[in-house]
């Protein structure tokens, strides 16, 4: 009986020292944290983070002075200020979803 009990506890450990080195997906990230390299996922203000379905796109931080856009989106020209990153998006899951971008 006590084999059976320190097996199953064993497998709890075990995913427990697996998980820890593990990013939270669940938290937003920092300012610190949002570094070049970074891959990120873009959700809306208001949505969910635990919940991947309101998940928009998938990018990469850059380190940019300037942001261009895509013919016929304003503004062609795109400075980021203190507090935001550019983003460049690599995949795009929900391409009718809305951002709020105040």
């Known amino acids: 009986m006590c084999r059976y009990g320190a ?3 064993i497998g709890h450990v075990k995913c427990y020292f697996g998980m820890k080195d593990k990013p939270d997906l669940t938290r937003r990230l920092s300012p610190s944290d949002a570094t070049p390299g970074t891959v990120v996922d873009i959700v809306p ?4 983070i635990a ?3 309101s998940r928009g796109a998938t990018g990469i931080i850059e380190q940019a002075t300037e942001a261009r856009s895509p013919p016929g989106i304003k503004p062609q020209i795109a400075r980021p200020v203190d507090g935001t990153v550019v983003v ?3 995949e795009i899951h929900a391409p009718a979803l809305l951002l709020d971008c105040k």
């Open 45 to 48: 203000r208001n949505g969910n």
């Open 7 to 9: 097996e199953d506890a």
């Open 51 to 53: 919940c991947m379905a």
């Open 88 to 90: 460049k998006l690599q």
